[in-house]
């Protein structure tokens, strides 16, 4: 029998699912780490998310995994990867449909293991338009509060900030410091939730997606988030 794993749900969007090219880094080889796919837990491997398989690569889940194993290398841990790449926070909310796959997907992985952690990372697909942004944290703390409802516990959450170099894309996204700012002011307001800071992270060179090494780097700021919040 397998040792129950400690469950960590991946939601969001591109980011979280990991667009990171493959061959920058040294590639998740870990038997510690399991992944839940087709129903099934397996040893995980990268690209963890298969949302765009064409674009899958590299994402901070792994690094964020990881990083948990230096502080705790006798505790296995479970990734489920649900992030689905250009999703607005409206599909995420209780009724909509990741949410509604995301809480049936979970279901089945819990059936070995316990839920532990949420990572978040999303707002790319909010940050043009002025009402999405202005109600980001109301509806990004109904997502939240409905997970925890759906799985009876007061799991952690941890959300990212975006990148600043969003500020360079083409496209207009005038709300980025926005969606970061409401991000960043619910520490202390909303229970047991994280913040980690992109910072000093580069994009791969197309004003959107953090790279490789980046990534690797954003999960061990996720898992710092994680472990204070412990």
Known sequence: ???????????????????????????????????????????????????????????????????????????????????????????????????????????QALANGTLKGMLWHQGESDANDTDLAHSYSTRFQDMVRGFRTEFAAEAPVIAGELGTFLANEERPRPYVELINAQLRDLQGALPAYGFAASGGLTDLGDNVHFDAKSLREFGVRYAQQYLHLL
């Open 1 to 107: 029998m397998q040792q129950p794993l400690d469950v960590f749900l991946l939601i969001g969007q591109s980011n979280m699912a990991g667009r990171g090219l493959m061959d920058e880094v040294a590639l998740l080889a870990d038997s510690r780490v399991s992944m839940f796919r087709d129903g099934n837990w397996q040893q995980a491997e990268e690209p963890l998310h298969t949302d765009k398989p064409e674009r899958a690569g590299v994402g901070l889940a792994s690094g964020f995994a990881l990083e948990l194993l230096r502080h705790a290398p006798d505790t296995p841990i479970g990734l489920v990867p649900c992030a689905v790449g250009g999703t607005p926070l409206s599909r995420w909310v209780p009724g909509m449909d990741l949410y509604e796959t995301a809480v049936e997907v979970t279901k």
